[in-house]
């Protein structure tokens, strides 16, 4: 996880403190989640201004423990309530078009795209913003839910690929990875974050 990446709740989020515990209610949803006090104020300062980095600061200050500590306790919780739809990165590194693919690059999915899933078939993606519609097939919703929370590489999700699709050619596979990247790239399906860096 890149500690300059930054994030808020997701729109649907509301967050309410009781004693010695909190709840996330995801109202599109209609899930809640309980959390700690200490998740609930890392919650509480996710406003899309302080980075990973900044926030992590901040934790170990206000608890005093180790600021690497910190660092992997804030990177846990996004992990884990980013995977739950708690949180959303913050997408302002979309819209770049067309262009040359490094293997090093990274690539996450705009928050502000609809996911439908159509069975076996793959899912249609839905960009409000653009008024762009893809469809992708099982394979493309493997990559499409990997780039979800975190930035990755295009050697990450060729690795994870053949992790998840056995017998899969490299070289097919190096091919539509960045076929599909590109596809997302030109229509602010997925952004690039490190032009965004602080």
């Not at 989020?13 to 890392?42: C, H, M, P, R, Y």
């Not at 899309?48 to 608890?63: H, N, P, Q, Y």
């Not at 180790?66 to 959303?88: N, P, T």
Request: proline content about 4%; some cysteine.
């Amino acid at each position: 996880m890149i500690e300059w990446m930054r994030y808020v709740l997701a729109d649907e989020v509301a967050l309410e403190d009781f004693e010695g515990l909190s709840l996330v209610f995801l109202a599109n949803q209609l899930k809640v989640v309980e959390v700690n006090q200490t998740a609930s104020w890392i919650l509480s300062v996710l406003d899309g201004e302080k980075s990973i980095k900044e926030i992590s600061r901040l934790v170990a200050e206000r608890f005093d423990i180790q600021r690497h500590k910190a660092l992997s306790d804030v990177k846990a919780l996004i992990l884990e309530l980013g995977g739950k739809g708690v949180l959303k990165p913050i997408p302002d590194y979309f819209n770049q078009g067309r262009r040359i693919l490094t293997e090093s690059e990274m690539y996450v999915a705009n928050p502000d795209v609809s996911t439908r899933q159509e069975g076996e078939e793959g899912a249609l993606l839905y960009n409000p913003n653009t008024k762009n519609l893809l469809v992708i097939n099982q394979v493309g919703l493997l990559i499409w839910n990997y780039i979800q929370m975190i930035p990755r590489s295009t050697g990450d999700i060729l690795g994870y690929l053949q992790e998840e699709c056995e017998g899969i050619p490299l070289e097919q596979a190096k091919n539509d990875v960045n076929s599909f990247l590109q596809d997302l790239l030109s229509k602010a399906f997925a952004g690039n974050p490190e032009n965004d860096q602080e």
